[in-house]
């Protein structure tokens, strides 16, 4: 029973993200990015995603534009958030870093991790990791919410 229940959360918390995804996506700067949301998890705020790079979100030396991860860092994290949350209300931007660990060429994956790890009354907190298909670290962020409805 316990195994069923937590299979049912997770397929809930998965296409709620889908939902809020699709509803970012639609319209404005996150209709540029295209990500395969795989895994979503309501318990621990985690979401999973893939990445495809292709040259609109590359630099001049066909690799991830480091704009791109800052901008995948405030997507995911507010995807994250969702995952936590029945509402498709995500917040706004606080506060986002950035370290660019290293680079991943046109044409590769990267899997996106990213994690509410705190939330209060009106701040959420989310990490995200960026991997390469050698499970490499080669970027990693911190983001900041205000999710306070007023």
Do not use: C
């Not at 069923?4 to 209709?31: A, C, D, P, Y």
């Not at 534009?65 to 706004?92: E, P, R, W």
């Not at 606080?94 to 939330?119: A, F, H, P, R």
Request: charged fraction near 20%; glycine fraction near 8%.
């Amino acid at each position: 029973m316990f195994f069923t229940t937590v299979l049912r959360s997770q397929t809930s918390s998965i296409n709620h993200v889908k939902t809020v995804w699709e509803r970012m996506s639609k319209n404005g700067f996150n209709g540029l990015f295209t990500l395969d949301i795989i895994t979503s998890d309501s318990k621990s705020g985690t979401i999973t995603a893939r990445f495809l790079v292709d040259k609109n979100h590359a630099n001049m030396y066909e690799t991830l534009h480091g704009g791109s991860i800052a901008s995948l860092v405030d997507i995911a994290g507010s995807l994250a958030i969702a995952s936590k949350k029945t509402t498709d209300y995500t917040g706004v931007s606080t506060d986002l870093s950035v370290s660019y660990v290293k680079g991943v060429k046109l044409g590769e994956t990267v899997t996106i991790i990213s994690k509410m790890q705190s939330n209060g009354k009106t701040l959420a907190y989310t990490t995200t990791e960026f991997l390469n298909d050698d499970n490499e670290v080669v970027a990693f962020g911190s983001h900041t919410k205000f999710i306070k409805k007023r």
